[in-house]
């Protein structure tokens, strides 16, 4: 697989399996993983100003303010800029149509073309359930029933919309996340190798 700047966004409700797949994913292709859940965690976890500004949030399974979020990304993202060439996958982030719209502005300053959205797909019924199962080893004060329900609600009204964002780019792929982890890796990684090779095919050059 070719190594220029790309992104790919997960998107897909809380206990989708976004984070596993996303960590295999850039694991074995080169991406940096960047996931907005486990940065916000580790500031609570270390009690900086930052974390104990965003925990009430978390703890309510409740979105974190949007300026607090772009701010965020835009510093990783330069960040990872300085450093070179840009792979990089999101997970949980974008999860509101302003902070969709800051990141197409970010991808766009950044002339860092968005690969993919894989969507992660599981039934409602299946969620809750694979949260509190989660939790028992997790250690999240966020995966109780109780949390794991409200996530889902924030989930429908506020992100799942950017499935239409991003179907209206063309960079959409739903994508089957009932099977197992292995088959569940196989559709993403078949969707990625298509749309490197379609990328390839616009710009021989990259
Ligand atoms: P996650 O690990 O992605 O399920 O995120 C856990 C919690 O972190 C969420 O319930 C939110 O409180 C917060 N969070 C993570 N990403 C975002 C985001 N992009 N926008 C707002 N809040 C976020």
Redesign the pocket.
Known sequence: MTNHNAALIFLGP?GAG??TQAARLARAHGFTQL???????DHVSRRTELGRE?QP??D???????T??IAL?REYLSELAQAGSVRVIF??????RD?AAALDALLGELQLPLLLVPLLEVPDEQLVARIVERGLTSG?S?DTEG?ARE?QR?YREQTAPLVEHYGAQGKLRAIDGTGTMDAVYASLEAELRAADSAGAQEDPLA
Not at 60 to 66: H, S
Not at 91 to 96: A, L, N, Q, S, V
Request: charge should be positive; glycine fraction near 12%.
């Open positions: 809380p976004k984070g996931s907005t859940g486990d940065i916000l965690r965003v949030y978390l309510a399974g409740q979105l974190v303010p949007d607090v979020l990304i997970d949980g982030f974008p999860r509101t902070q999240r966020d949390v996530r924030v």
